[in-house]
Structures are given as structure tokens and as C-alpha cells.
């Protein structure tokens, strides 16, 4: 039982760490460059691990298979990694990009000898980007680990912030804005959430892209050709894409005014954990991979998907990537692919990892080999909330906490300045007729001489000196 | 023996010394001056910071508004009484009767910032006038007291446009806060619109120094009052030549022909003529002769190769305004009272208020357009109305959703009320206001114009009004708060969707 000792090993390592423990990733690459060697490096690999994994364990599993960060981080590159920090939700509802996993990949980088890191993502949504790094946790980890940030908020931020990109191969969008510092980096890693989405039903790894880009909003003229579009090669295209699947966001039920499942909507409350996180550098097999096994929906169904794979951008087909191997699947703590790699069991979810599989899950199983044939639908919510707390509630607790404070010093200002100007008024007017009294007789007979004295003995210009010393002595 | 040359000696030493110690005394009130500039421009900071680093910063209320006393005295003829500030104001206008107008010279942003313009007004120092050339400070700035004190019991906004503490406020607030928050090819109309009695401010001054301050302030005025009983004071002694000097460098006009009087109603404790005396006669102190003027006794006599002129302090009679004076008072205040009514008669349509607003007409009578809710803004979306609101509406906050929508319903906690410091914003429940209604313009909407699924303004909306029925997108004008994130977010250019201000929906 190797899986099993490796696994005890791991768990004793987890139990360390919510962070990356570094001596055994270094352990973990070793090992898989040799194995790297034996075969054919693959262009999508999935990890799975369990509930007591940590996101950093699992990503390091299905990093390692593509030759670990380093296979694409050399050192000295400048890297920019895009999380998903949208929406001002807390980490267990999966609408951002987990702050763990985001911890795991920054040290990766860094490990591997980037000279830069910068983080970024186009945060177009109230309440905006301050509150959502706040609430994500993506804000507190990336000051921790002190790297870039550029994270324009809701279109106010300045133009230089942005450039222009051309994308030679794209059909609705021949030039873009971007985020300046991502053409600046030399490597791109999109790292991204597997959600639901209201126009496109799903989002994954190619419409993620649009976090780079200056008008995200724009897009939507065209959105799903403009996702396709983003994705082609240019100066913006991602080298790493990585799916978050440890939670996923589920959709739940149709408008059913809204004219069928075009406006598939989600409830941040509904997350479904998966355990998985895929890498790779085929996006369109990522988000294929992820239709199918998280949603149980034929890829072809979506537009965004299919009109990237017609674009030549990836495989679509889950099936053939697994059998030629493109597609990998792995569980963590075993260091070879499993051999449950065939697409059947590949989009089963094992009972094992995750107990609260869903029977859509064994749907998605069973649509698998037939996919185009016949297009499963879109599956209605079955997951229960993670967490008996309200996500609203959690959520704008702590979005007040950010933006909410007004420093307001009137109340001392009205308060305690009252008796404050009684006693000045009064000193004022009692000085006044005290000085007034002490110096008035004195005054009247002394003032006039001695002007006329001192400037009878001005003479002497000592003298005049002493008088007028003295004259500031009567007037105080 | 060794004395005398040492007296010699002394008697030159001691007066450059003298003129010395003036220049640093006119430095340290630059540094004064300076540190209260700074002071009151800080609430600013934080909203820089905010929107350049997109960090949570808290947001800070003006220190610089609850200080004014004629705010205090606007609001009580006004009656807003959860928002006044009383000690503040009142401690201001208590210490006039100990340092007179030294908040003129020393504190006021607005004297500074006309105090740094006016060094640059290189021919005023070059075309320097004759003492009896240079006309007395006029009653104008009592009138201004009056007009705008009895119109504030029919409307704040007169104050607003000419209290200079507002003025300033208003000016600091476009010119920085505006200036970063960017993408604003309008900037300059705004400033335009709300900075003009500032521009104007500055233009007099290049004209003549402290124009504003010694003719028109009202705020000077109302502090004038109590100065005349000022106990701090400026004396001269018997080495005062008559030279004018003194009386040429007063930026207030405080010196009269007769250097050694002071007008304390005008005096605000600059120093200038201590540092301009060849003399290093004026020095200033506490005392009680404010109500003194000086009785020239004899001709002047000359002694020793110096001018000298005797006399002394003697009481003067108390200065009662005179019955024309009266009679411009009392036209002033009806000026006043007829101003506010006056400006509402041009007519304008409707804008977006603030949620919390009061109704239209109260709101424009209350607003003093100090741009406090617009520097405020989380969202950026109040910006400062130009003709939109008519002649009284210029200047008071709008939403332009086009810039950024309202969060009070996701997580603001109604900043502009909070910062408001005349109440025409009020609190409202997160869950029960409407500033406007959403309308879809269907021929250039995406998705009713060419059936794509854009959908943007659906994803926006944050209670539920923005929906899709069969593929478009329509309003629930029951759930739709006006709060303008639709037409934020449509990519449309100029956008599809646009909130009426709720008397035109």
C-alpha cells in the first residue's frame, strides 16, 4: 500500500500547516520528474484529495505532474497571477479564489525564483475591490506574503493602470484593454473558480481571462466570441491556468420566467465540495473537464467553450483527452495516475473523497462516453449549505467593518466645547475690566508724560530704549 | 568710559535685532498658517488613499465646518438642530474678546491660501500706495452679515456660497478629492460650478490684499464684532517717526492715518507691521486698549536727529453704526430674505438626490454645497449638479450613475448623511428608499435591440429589479431603488439603461 503510507505522510505534514510545507513539495517534485521523464508530460492534470487535505496539498498534486511551478516559472521572470477576488463573499461560499490556495501558488512562485510577483483581477462589482479582498481573505494573505497588487476597482481607477493588447486571431475583438502590468509579466497564471454563470451557465478557466481586461463589462456585447476571442494567442494569454474545484458554487433551480435555463442563476450558500483543483495549460479541456464532471453539462452546449475549441484553442472532448493521456488524473498522495483514469471514472466522484456526492454527479458518469449525443441538462440544486451561518449577513458584517467608519469629532466638538468658551468669554470680559481699572488712572496721567519724556531725554538713546521696555510693562 | 561706545554700540545691535525678531515672529504665523492648512485638509487624505490604493480607509467628517460660527448661526435660524454644533463655534467667537481677529490671520484656510496667492502679486508690493491714499474697509462685509444671516432663515444657501470656510471646503474638496477620483472629462465644468466665488476670491486678492477679508467676509464681520474688545492689542511707543510704513504693509487696512491706532475690528495680528517698522517700535501685548485711541499732544518735535511724536492713549467713545448704516442693514437683510426665493424661480427639472434627501425644495434651502457627501462618495456616483437643478441647485450633489451607483442597499452606511453637517441628507433604513426608477431604452439595448445575452445590469442589480423575460430585460419598478449600478455597468456606450429622478418616472 505505497498510496496509503504516502498518504499517512501527508496527513502528518497537513497537520503542521495551513501553509505549505516546502520540504515535502520539494520531495513530491523530485519524485514526479522522474516520472515525468518516463512518459509524455500531460496537458491537463486533475488532483483530487480529500475533505483533510489542504488546498496547498492538492495543488502541489496536480502540479506536479506538469513539471511543478518551475516548469514554467524560470528564474528571474516577472509572474502575474490572476485570482478570482470579484465578490465581496467569504472564502467558504467559493466565490473567490480560496486564500489558502492563493498562499500555496505565491510560494510555489516565489520557491521557483520569480523576481516579481504581481497579483491582479478587475473587480467591476459594488462593493468593490477593498471590500472584497477584505472579505475574500485574498487581501490579508497577499500583504502577508508582500507581493504586487493591482486591483483597479469598478472602473474608477486611472487609465495609465491599463494598455492595449491586440489580439491578431480574434474575431469579435481585434484590441482590448488590459491591465498593463499583466503584459509586463512574462508568465501569466489564471487561476480560477468553477461557478455558474448567468449568461454563459458556467465559468471556468476562459471566461476568468476577462478579469484582465480594463472593461470586463464591454465584453458583453459579444460575451461568449469575446471570451473565445481573450483566450487566443496574444500578449495576454495565460501560460498556467489552474480550476479551483475544492468547493464549488451549484446552481440552483431556473427562472422559469426567465424562458428555460439561459439564466441559470447561483446561491453562494449552495457549495458542493469537490476536492479537485485542475492545471494545465489547455483551457478549453479544463473548462470541458469541468462541465462535465462538476455540472454534468456537455462542453458543446456551452457557446464560449465550444467557439474556443472551433478556434483551435484546446480539446473539447473529456473522453479522447483521457485516453491519449492529454488528461491526467491523480490522487493526491499517489504519485502516478490512478487507474480509474477513464472517462468513466474519471467524472465519478469517488465515495470515498466526497461523501455528499450527488446523483448528478453518476449522471455526468453515465452521459460521459455519449456526450454529444445526447446533452445532459442543466442539474437543479442538491447540495446543502456549508455552513448554517448566512452568507449575506457574513458577508456585509464585514464589508461595514471596511468602509463603513466615519470619524466623527462633533460630538466633542459641540459638547465640551461649551463650558470651553463660557470660561474663555468670561475670562475675556473680567481681564478687560480688571486691566481696564489697574491701568487707567496710571495710565492717564503717566501716558502723556511719558511720551513726552522719553522724547525729551531721546537724547540719550539708552534711555529710550529702558522707557520703552518699561512702557510694556504698564500696557500688559 | 567703556560705557559710552558700548551704548553706542548697543542701540544699533538692538534694533536690527528688534527687526529680526519681527521677520520670525512672520514666519512662525507662515508655520501656524501652514499647520492649519494641512490640519483642515486632512479629513481629505483618507478618500485619496482610498481610491488610489483601493484599501479600506475610515472616512473622516470636515474639521473644519463645525468650527464655523456663522454655520452655527445659519442653522439656528435654520432649525436643524440634530446637526449643530454649538461649543465649537461659540469658543471661536469667545476668543475674539481675547485675541480679536487672530483666526483671520492665523487659522482661516482661506487667508492662507489668499495670503500664498498674494505673494506672487508682485506689483502690489512695487505699486505700494501712499498711506493717504488708501481707502478705509467698508461696512459692506455688516451687510453681507446681515443678508446672509436673515436669509438663512429662508434658505442655508446663500451662506453656503459665501461663508468662506464653506468656500474653502468646497474649493479643497473639487480641486483634490475630485481630482483623483478621475476619469472625469467634465472636471472642469464642475469646478467651474461650484468654485467661482473661490476664483473670484482669488482674483481679488490679486487686486488688492485681503480684499475679501476687510470688505466682503461675513465670517469676518460676525468675528469684527467681538474684536472691538479685543484684549490683545498692538501698541507703538515714542520712537514711532510717523513714516507709514506700518499702515502700507497692514494687509487688513487696520492702521488708520494715525500709526499709532489700530482699527480692531480689522486687525487679525499678522505681524506684517512689526516686521515692516525701520523703527522696531509696534509691538503687540495684552491689555485693555482697544477702546483707546491715540490724542496727538503738541507738534512733533525733534530731538537728537530723531522725528518724535508725543501723545497718548486716551478713551474713545463707542462707534455706533450710523442711521444710513441702519438703513443698509436692514435693506441688506431683505436682500436676504428675497435672494433665496428668487434663485427657486428658475425653473430646472429634476435630478437624482441622495437616498435620505430631504424633498427638493427643502433639500436645495438646506444644502450649503460644501461637497462634503461628494468627497465622501465610496462609489464616486455624487458629483456636484452644474444647470441640472436650476440656478439655487448649482453645486448640490446628484447621482450620476454613469460614474458610479449607489451602495447604501449593499453595504454602505449612508457616508453622505453622515458627513452632511446641515442635515439635508438624512438617515433612511438600507431597505426602504428610492432615489429614482430604471427605465431600458429598447432601441439600444443589447438585448432587446439585437437579442444578445448581455445581461450585464441583470448581474448588477443588487435587490432583484433588473430581470430577463423571454430573453430581455425589464424593470420591477416596486423592487428598483434608483440606485443607478445598471447604467453603471452597461456597455452600451452613453447606455441602454438610465434611472429618472423619481418626479420625472
Known amino acids: 500500500m505505497p498510496g496509503l503510507s504516502r498518504r499517512k505522510f501527508l496527513l502528518g505534514a497537513a497537520g503542521a500547516a495551513a501553509s505549505l510545507d516546502l520540504s515535502q513539495h520539494g520531495g513530491q517534485r523530485a519524485h514526479v520528474a522522474g516520472l515525468v521523464r518516463a512518459e509524455a508530460r500531460p496537458a491537463v492534470v486533475v488532483a483530487r484529495g480529500k475533505d483533510e487535505h489542504s488546498p496547498a496539498q492538492i495543488l502541489e498534486a496536480a502540479l506536479g505532474p506538469l513539471g511543478g511551478v518551475a516548469a514554467f516559472v524560470k528564474p528571474g521572470q516577472v509572474v502575474a497571477i490572476k485570482p478570482n477576488a470579484t465578490w465581496a463573499y467569504p472564502p467558504h461560499t467559493a466565490s473567490s479564489t480560496d486564500p489558502d490556495l492563493l498562499r500555496a501558488l505565491i510560494l510555489m512562485v516565489r520557491e521557483a525564483g520569480a523576481k516579481r510577483i504581481i497579483l491582479m483581477d478587475h473587480c467591476t462589482l459594488d462593493p468593490g475591490t477593498a471590500e472584497c ?16 497588487q493591482v486591483f483597479p476597482d469598478r472602473y474608477l481607477s486611472p487609465e495609465d493602470l491599463f494598455t492595449t493588447v491586440k489580439l491578431p486571431k480574434g474575431v469579435a475583438f481585434q484590441e482590448l484593454g488590459v491591465i498593463k502590468a499583466a503584459l509586463e509579466a512574462d508568465v501569466r497564471i489564471n487561476l480560477a473558480v468553477a461557478k455558474s454563470h448567468l449568461v454563459t451557465k458556467l465559468t471556468m478557466c476562459l471566461k476568468h481571462m476577462m478579469g484582465f481586461l480594463q472593461y470586463p463589462g464591454a465584453l458583453h456585447a459579444q460575451l461568449e466570441q469575446g471570451i473565445a476571442d481573450i483566450n487566443t494567442e496574444s500578449a495576454m494569454q495565460a501560460q498556467l491556468h489552474i480550476l479551483e474545484a475544492i468547493r464549488v458554487r451549484m446552481p440552483v433551480g431556473t427562472r422559469t420566467q426567465a424562458g428555460g435555463d439561459e439564466t441559470e442563476i447561483t446561491d453562494p ?3 458542493k465540495r469537490f476536492n479537485e483543483i485542475v492545471a494545465g495549460t489547455d483551457p478549453v479541456l479544463i473548462d470541458a473537464y469541468g462541465c462535465v464532471n462538476y455540472y454534468g453539462v456537455d462542453p458543446q452546449e456551452l457557446a464560449h467553450v465550444s467557439l474556443a475549441y472551433e478556434a483551435g484553442l484546446g480539446e473539447i472532448d473529456v473522453q479522447k483527452a483521457s485516453e491519449s493521456g492529454r488528461l491526467q488524473y491523480y490522487i493526491v498522495g499517489q504519485a502516478t495516475p490512478t487507474p480509474t483514469a477513464t472517462p468513466t471514472s474519471t467524472s465519478t466522484p469517488t465515495p470515498a473523497a466526497s461523501p455528499s456526492a450527488t446523483p448528478t454527479g453518476t449522471q455526468a458518469v453515465t452521459a460521459t462516453p455519449t456526450v454529444t449525443a445526447t446533452p445532459t441538462p442543466l442539474p437543479t440544486a442538491t447540495a446543502e449549505p456549508p455552513t448554517s451561518v448566512p452568507v449575506a449577513t457574513v458577508a456585509v458584517a464585514a464589508n461595514r467593518k471596511g468602509e463603513g467608519e466615519v470619524l466623527n469629532p462633533n460630538g466633542i466638538l459641540n459638547g465640551a466645547l461649551i463650558p470651553a468658551a463660557a470660561v474663555v468669554a468670561g475670562l475675556g470680559i473680567v481681564l478687560r475690566h480688571q486691566l481696564g481699572r489697574q491701568d487707567r488712572p496710571q495710565n492717564d496721567d503717566d501716558g502723556p508724560s511719558r511720551g513726552t519724556g522719553a522724547g525729551g531725554n531721546a537724547g540719550d538713546s539708552s534711555q529710550g530704549d529702558d522707557g520703552e521696555s518699561a512702557g510694556h510693562g504698564d500696557g500688559r | 568710559m567703556a560705557k559710552a561706545p558700548g551704548m553706542a554700540m548697543a542701540a544699533e545691535p538692538r534694533r536690527t535685532a528688534r527687526a529680526r525678531f519681527g521677520l520670525t515672529d512672520k514666519l512662525a504665523r507662515k508655520l501656524v498658517q501652514l499647520g492649519f492648512l494641512g490640519l483642515f485638509l486632512y479629513p481629505i487624505v483618507p478618500v485619496v488613499y482610498r481610491r488610489l490604493t483601493f484599501k479600506p480607509a475610515p472616512t473622516l ?15 439656528v435660524a435654520h432649525r436643524n438642530w440634530p446637526t449643530v454644533v454649538v461649543g465649537a463655534p461659540l469658543l471661536l467667537l469667545a476668543l475674539t474678546l481675547l485675541m480679536g481677529r487672530s483666526f483671520c490671520g492665523w487659522v482661516c484656510p482661506l487667508g492662507t ?40 432663515a429662508v434658505s442655508l444657501q446663500v451662506l453656503g456660497v459665501l461663508d468662506p470656510l464653506v468656500v474653502f471646503q468646497r474649493a479643497a474638496t473639487t480641486l483634490m478629492a ?22 473670484a476670491m482669488l482674483a481679488l486678492e490679486l487686486w488688492q490684499p485681503r480684499f475679501w477679508c476687510r470688505n466682503l467676509c461675513p465670517l469676518g464681520a460676525l468675528l469684527s464684532l467681538g474684536s472691538r474688545y479685543s484684549l490683545l492689542n498692538r501698541r507703538v511707543d515714542e520712537r514711532c517717526d510717523g513714516c507709514g510704513e506700518c499702515a502700507r504693509a497692514c494687509p487688513m487696512r487696520a492702521i488708520p492715518r494715525e500709526a499709532h491706532d489700530t482699527d480692531y475690528s480689522d486687525c487679525s495680528f499678522c505681524l506684517d507691521c512689526a516686521a515692516a517698522c525701520p523703527k522696531g517700535a509696534i509691538s503687540f501685548g495684552f491689555g485693555a486698549l482697544a477702546g483707546r485711541r491715540w490724542q496727538r499732544l503738541g507738534h512733533s518735535l525733534k530731538a537728537a536727529g530723531k522725528r518724535v511724536i508725543p501723545g497718548r492713549y486716551v478713551s474713545a467713545p463707542a462707534v455706533w453704526p450710523s442711521r444710513r448704516q441702519v438703513a443698509g442693514g436692514i435693506a441688506a437683510g431683505v436682500t436676504g430674505l428675497a435672494l433665496a426665493p428668487l434663485l427657486d424661480l428658475a425653473g430646472h427639472e429634476a435630478v437624482i438626490r441622495p437616498p435620505g434627501a430631504l424633498s427638493e425644495r427643502e433639500f436645495v434651502r438646506a444644502c450649503i454645497i460644501c461637497q462634503e457627501c461628494v468627497r465622501a462618495c465610496p462609489t464616486g456616483g455624487l458629483k456636484p449638479t452644474l444647470f441640472g437643478a436650476g440656478l439655487a441647485g448649482i453645486g448640490t450633489p446628484q447621482l450620476v450613475p454613469r460614474q458610479g451607483g449607489c451602495s447604501l442597499s449593499s453595504n454602505c452606511p449612508q457616508i453622505c448623511a453622515q458627513v452632511c453637517p446641515v442635515g439635508a441628507i438624512r438617515p433612511v433604513s438600507p431597505s426602504g428608499w428610492k432615489i429614482g426608477l430604471a427605465e431600458v431604452n429598447h432601441h439600444l439595448c443589447l438585448a432587446w435591440d439585437q437579442g444578445v445575452k448581455c445581461l ?18 425589464t424593470i420591477d419598478p416596486n423592487k428598483c431603488t434608483g440606485c443607478g449600478r445598471c447604467e453603471g455597468a452597461c456597455p452600451v456606450a452613453g447606455s441602454a439603461i438610465h434611472v429618472k429622478p423619481l418626479a420625472h418616472a
Not at chain 2, 467628517?61 to 445659519?74: A, E, F, H
Not at chain 2, 465644468?189 to 476664483?199: G, K
Open chain 1, 133 to 148: 479582498l477584505a472579505t475574500s481573505g485574498l487581501g490579508p494573505v497577499m500583504d502577508e506574503l508582500k507581493v504586487e
Open chain 1, 269 to 271: 450558500q449552495r457549495v
Open chain 2, 61 to 75: 467628517t470636515s474639521w473644519l465646518l463645525p468650527w464655523d460660527p456663522l454655520l452655527l448661526l445659519g442653522q
Open chain 2, 113 to 152: 491660501v489668499l495670503d500664498l496667492v498674494r505673494s506672487l502679486a508682485f506689483w502690489q508690493r512695487r505699486w505700494a500706495r501712499p498711506v493717504r491714499r488708501l481707502r478705509r474697509n467698508s461696512w459692506a462685509r455688516y451687510y453681507v452679515l446681515v443678508a446672509v444671516a436673515v436669509g438663512a
Open chain 2, 178 to 199: 475630485d481630482f483623483f477620483s478621475l476619469r472625469q472629462p467634465e472636471l472642469r465644468i464642475y469646478l467651474a460650478a461650484v468654485s467661482f466665488v473661490f476664483v
Open chain 2, 456 to 473: 450585464v445590469c441583470v448581474e448588477a442589480c443588487v435587490v432583484g429589479a433588473a430581470q430577463v423575460y423571454h430573453g430581455r430585460v
